[in-house]
């Protein structure tokens, strides 16, 4: 009953208040329109990001003339090591092999029989930032600044730094600037929404004055708002997420298909994205009003 | 013991039957409590200008009280004091016996709802109909749906406007909204009416059907408080006069051609032929 007619009175605010309504409406649509196609890039670059940084690894050579034990003990310590994802070894035979295909007018000359590379565990890490753990795990430095191993099989560490650093630098520098946009983004929005928000209400705020004079509670008098919020914030939200899947059925589903080739990195789910925006839409909207409304509900 | 009791209460009923005046003596204490009571009122605004200045009065129940002066002599501070729109900076201010600094803020909807109020500007909800504008005060306090849908057409048929149900208040006239306000003001039968300039913006015919409709109000037992700048009128319609000037009280009469028991028609009489308008007017 008491539901009824904060209900009527709020479907009798949007009708009265057609213009502001329509605004905040249109406001939350763009807004909601311009961050579902936003976060999905945003993933996608974070992603491609993320697989440039998985490039990142640590070679480990082991010395020729290290015995079993002493190659076991290596394992063992690399293992051992902090922030260590994943080991591959290498061995001298199936790196020449590789290097052979690689470059291969090199290695002609240098002739069959002879390999001068040593046996390799390539490190990757869990987190490629914090390589240089691993280095100064396994490879401390001494007092010279000169690394030292500590194990009598490691002969040398070596992560390949000049690509590691440009990968590190590159990457961090493009996840930074996506976040930093992200954010913004997301602040821009609740910020354009409340304002838009705000000002419809505050067109209605001798109403609420009169409301107050004639001893309405104050959530006899937000209800209709709140409900009000709920209602714009749910028609923007759908419509925008309406536009999104026609623009993602006509434009990116089938360039996607077409460029299968391309690493599509991981993105959102479509329909948790769409859930997420709406259940964003309502909630800005509603407490947007209601929130606002505090201000003129202070007699 | 209870036989005794019981001879006594046998008595005081022979009493009540040769004598049917005397009222019960609780009923007599609740009355002597005023209905609003300022006591050394002050109020000085944020910029530093006095709005009142040790005011002190009293209004009882059943009362009708002009609060007259000149622009910016404190009339209004007065109204939106009483309506604890504002609060004094000094003094206190009671309502029926309740200090109204002692009402929390979630109980003021509660007090509001025994005040009804009236402005020089009405302040209507422009975006609902007549109807619609007086149902909403009923609304606020969780009255049926049958009750208003008897209550409204009742109070808009004694303001006169049983025609304009359905009209929005920007297609009414003035004094038509004013009556609007009243209704809204007066539909839940408060024990108190605070008008802030009623007649402020209308013309001395229309002024003259707002008023009557204000003492029609009174009359039925509720405490009228009226600021009006319009002193002649006020002094021609002998009801007791709070005069302020610069903040402060310089008269409070009672009028001595007070007659409590006009009626209506009579004091509408009185009052149009000594303001010099003719009878044929307002229908009210």
């Given amino acids: 009953m008491r539901f009824l007619f904060f209900l009527k009175e709020a479907f009798r605010g949007l009708s009265r208040n057609s213009a502001p309504a329509l605004a905040a409406l249109l406001t939350i649509l763009l807004t909601t329109l311009v961050l579902g196609v936003f976060?999905?890039?945003?993933?996608?670059?974070?992603?491609?990001?993320?697989?440039?940084r998985g490039r990142v690894v640590v070679d480990v050579f082991v010395k020729k003339e290290a015995n079993p034990i002493e190659r076991a003990e290596l394992r063992r310590e690399i293992d051992k090591t902090v922030n260590v994802g994943s080991v591959e070894f290498i061995s001298k035979e199936s790196a020449l092999a590789r290097e052979k295909r690689l470059r291969p007018e090199a290695y002609k000359a240098l002739g069959e029989r002879v390999n001068p590379l040593p046996d390799t565990y390539?490190?990757?890490?869990?987190?490629?930032g914090k390589v240089n753990?691993?280095?100064?795990?396994?490879?401390?430095?001494?007092?010279?600044?000169?690394?030292?191993?500590?194990?009598?099989?490691?002969?040398?560490?070596?992560?390949?730094e000049d690509d590691t650093d440009k990968i590190l630098s590159a990457t961090g520098l493009v996840k930074l600037l996506t976040a930093g946009l992200?954010?913004?983004?997301?602040?821009?929005?609740?910020?354009?929404?409340?304002?838009?928000?705000?000002?419809?209400?505050?067109?209605?705020?001798?109403?609420?004055?009169?409301?107050?004079?004639?001893?309405?509670?104050?959530?006899?008098i937000r209800w209709p708002f709140v409900i009000e919020g709920v209602i714009v914030g749910f028609m923007g939200g759908v419509l925008a997420v309406l536009l999104l899947t026609i623009a993602k059925e006509?434009?990116?589903?089938?360039?996607?298909?077409?460029?299968?080739?391309l690493a599509a990195p991981e993105t959102i789910d479509f329909k948790l994205l769409v859930a997420i925006l709406l259940v964003a839409c309502v909630a800005v909207s509603a407490a947007g009003s209601g929130l606002t409304l505090r201000k003129f509900l202070r007699v | 013991m209870a036989t005794e009791e019981k001879t006594q209460a046998g008595a005081d009923a022979k009493i009540a039957i040769r004598a049917p005046q005397p009222r019960p003596v609780r009923r007599q204490k609740k009355e002597r409590i005023p209905v609003v009571e300022l006591d050394d009122v002050t109020k000085v605004y944020d910029g530093g200008s006095v709005g009142l200045e040790k005011v002190s009065l009293q209004v009882g129940r059943g009362e009708f009280v002009f609060l007259v002066g000149a622009t910016g002599c404190g009339k209004s501070t007065c109204i939106r004091l009483l309506m604890r729109e504002l609060e004094p900076s000094s003094g206190e201010i009671k309502i029926a016996g309740h200090a109204l600094a002692e009402i929390k803020a979630k109980r003021m909807p509660q007090l509001r709802r025994n005040i009804g109020v009236v402005f020089q500007d009405y302040k209507l909800l422009p975006n609902r109909t007549v109807y619609a504008n007086v149902a909403y005060s009923l609304e606020v306090i969780g009255e049926s749906r049958q009750s208003i849908r008897r209550k409204v057409p009742d109070i808009l048929r004694l303001v006169g406007l049983s025609t304009k149900l359905h009209s929005y208040p920007d297609e009414l006239s003035g004094g038509e909204?004013?009556?609007?306000?009243?209704?809204?003001?007066?539909?839940?039968?408060?024990?108190?009416?605070?008008?802030?300039?009623?007649?402020?913006?209308?013309?001395?015919?229309?002024?003259?059907?707002?008023?009557?409709?204000?003492?029609?109000?009174?009359?039925?037992?509720t405490t009228v408080v009226v600021a009006t700048h319009?002193?002649?009128?006020?002094?021609?319609m002998r009801r007791r006069v709070i005069e302020l000037r610069e903040g402060r009280v310089v008269r409070d009469e009672l009028s001595g051609l007070y007659r409590p028991d006009e009626s209506t028609t009579e004091f509408a009489v009185r009052l149009r032929g000594e303001l010099g308008v003719g009878v044929e007017g307002h229908p009210n």
């Avoid at chain 2, 319009?230 to 021609?236: G, L, N, T």
Wanted: aromatic share 4%; glycine share 4%.
């Fill in chain 1, 250 to 261: 006509t434009l990116v589903d089938p360039l996607s298909d077409r460029f299968a080739l």
């Fill in chain 1, 133 to 160: 753990l691993i280095i100064n795990h396994l490879a401390p430095k001494d007092a010279d600044g000169n690394p030292s191993p500590t194990l009598a099989a490691l002969d040398e560490v070596r992560n390949r």
């Fill in chain 2, 177 to 221: 909204c004013q009556r609007v306000s009243i209704a809204r003001a007066f539909v839940n039968h408060p024990p108190l009416l605070l008008a802030d300039e009623p007649t402020g913006n209308l013309d001395p015919e229309t002024s003259i059907g707002i008023m009557q409709l204000i003492y029609r109000i009174n009359r039925t037992g």
């Fill in chain 1, 182 to 220: 992200a954010l913004l983004l997301v602040f821009a929005s609740v910020a354009l929404v409340a304002n838009t928000i705000r000002l419809s209400i505050f067109a209605r705020r001798r109403e609420v004055e009169v409301m107050q004079l004639v001893g309405a509670t104050n959530w006899f």
């Fill in chain 2, 230 to 236: 319009d002193k002649e009128m006020v002094d021609k």
């Fill in chain 1, 122 to 128: 390539r490190v990757t890490p869990e987190d490629p």
């Fill in chain 1, 39 to 52: 976060i999905p890039i945003v993933q996608a670059t974070t992603g491609t990001a993320n697989e440039v």
